[in-house]
């Protein structure tokens, strides 16, 4: 079955995904970058929403490296604390031998009215092939849609994961103000809940989640929930939240 969701997942994608990789020179692609380099930052467009507004990945760092990670700063509409986060880390200090990839936005749709799903009235993170059932209607807030990965944000993440297979994968959502244990590694998840200082707690799994499909696709990985507490983290708090995070690169 895992095989089968690779393959459903990567044919449709292959031209997109040639797409997204980094053009460097060989030489430089052999080269480490020297401690107080500056970052290489690269930034590509993934592909549009529903309503064709563009979504965008931005890597820093060093794309040779074995240490990946991939920030998702807003996947419900009217959760979007967290692009302020995903903002922070495209100019804070990375770990030298460290590459990030951050999604600021991945439901601009939903971001722009202010609701929980995207334009068509899916539920994001109900559209991913996880134990993935039909739930609710177009327009209700758990609305799965009308099969996996059906909707084209879904679909951008979902290729742009099997591609990259990030060695952690953090989806910030709100507004519970804690850290999930999201079936990923609980010593990385404890981890980051302690640098932030959010408490460590086991939230329910829902059939099309996008935490428990990584981590069942690719059960080396940890994928996990960041839930945010409710209204804005300010430039303070959306500066402990990337410390937090560079924090996980940096023990690698």
């Given at each position: 079955?895992?095989?089968?969701?690779?393959?459903?997942?990567?044919?449709?994608?292959?031209?997109a995904?040639?797409?997204?990789?980094p053009?460097?020179?060989?030489?430089a692609?052999?080269?480490?970058?020297?401690r107080?380099?500056?970052?290489?930052?690269?930034?590509?467009?993934?592909?549009?929403?529903?309503?064709?507004?563009?979504?965008?990945?931005?890597?820093?760092g060093?794309?040779?490296?074995?240490v990946?990670?991939?920030?998702?700063?807003?996947?419900?509409?009217?959760?979007?604390?967290?692009?302020?986060?995903?903002?922070?880390?495209?100019?804070?200090?990375?770990?030298?031998?460290?590459?990030?990839?951050?999604?600021?936005?991945?439901?601009?749709?939903?971001v722009?009215?202010?609701?929980?799903?995207?334009?068509?009235?899916?539920?994001?993170?109900?559209?991913?092939?996880?134990r993935?059932?039909?739930?609710?209607?177009?327009?209700?807030?758990?609305?799965?849609?009308?099969?996996?990965?059906s909707?084209?944000e879904?679909?951008?993440?979902a290729?742009?994961?099997?591609?990259?297979?990030?060695q952690?994968?953090?989806?910030?959502?709100?507004?519970?103000?804690?850290?999930?244990?999201?079936?990923?590694?609980?010593?990385?998840?404890r981890?980051?809940?302690?640098?932030?200082?959010?408490?460590?707690?086991?939230?329910?799994?829902?059939?099309?989640?996008?935490?428990?499909?990584?981590?069942?696709?690719?059960?080396?990985?940890?994928?996990?929930?960041?839930e945010?507490?409710?209204?804005?983290?300010?430039?303070t708090?959306?500066?402990?939240?990337?410390?937090g995070?560079?924090?996980?690169?940096?023990?690698?």
């Open positions: 079955m895992r095989r089968l969701l690779l393959a459903l997942i990567l044919l449709p994608a292959a031209l995904l040639q797409a997204l990789a053009v460097r020179p060989a030489a692609r052999a080269k480490p970058r020297a107080g380099e500056a970052v290489l930052t690269r930034t590509r467009t993934l592909g549009a929403s529903v309503q064709r507004r563009p979504i965008v990945v931005l890597e820093r060093d794309p040779d490296t074995r990946h990670m991939l920030i998702v700063g807003c996947i419900h509409g009217n959760e979007s604390a967290g692009i302020a986060v995903a903002e922070r880390l495209e100019s804070v200090p990375l770990p030298d031998e460290s590459d990030i990839w951050i999604v600021e936005n991945a439901n601009p749709d939903g722009a009215a202010d609701r929980r799903t995207n334009a068509h009235g899916v539920d994001l993170n109900r559209n991913f092939p996880w993935w059932r039909p739930q609710g209607r177009p327009g209700e807030p758990h609305y799965s849609g009308p099969r996996p990965l909707e084209p879904s679909r951008l993440l290729r742009l994961i099997v591609r990259l297979r990030p952690v994968t953090v989806w910030f959502h709100q507004p519970y103000g804690v850290v999930d244990e999201s079936g990923g590694s609980i010593a990385v998840e981890r980051f809940a302690s640098l932030v200082g959010l408490p460590l707690v086991r939230l329910a799994r829902y059939p099309g989640g996008a935490t428990d499909w990584q981590n069942s696709l690719f059960p080396r990985t940890t994928a996990f929930v960041v945010l507490p409710p209204g804005s983290v300010g430039s708090g959306a500066a402990r939240y990337a410390r995070l560079t924090s996980l690169l940096a023990r690698g």
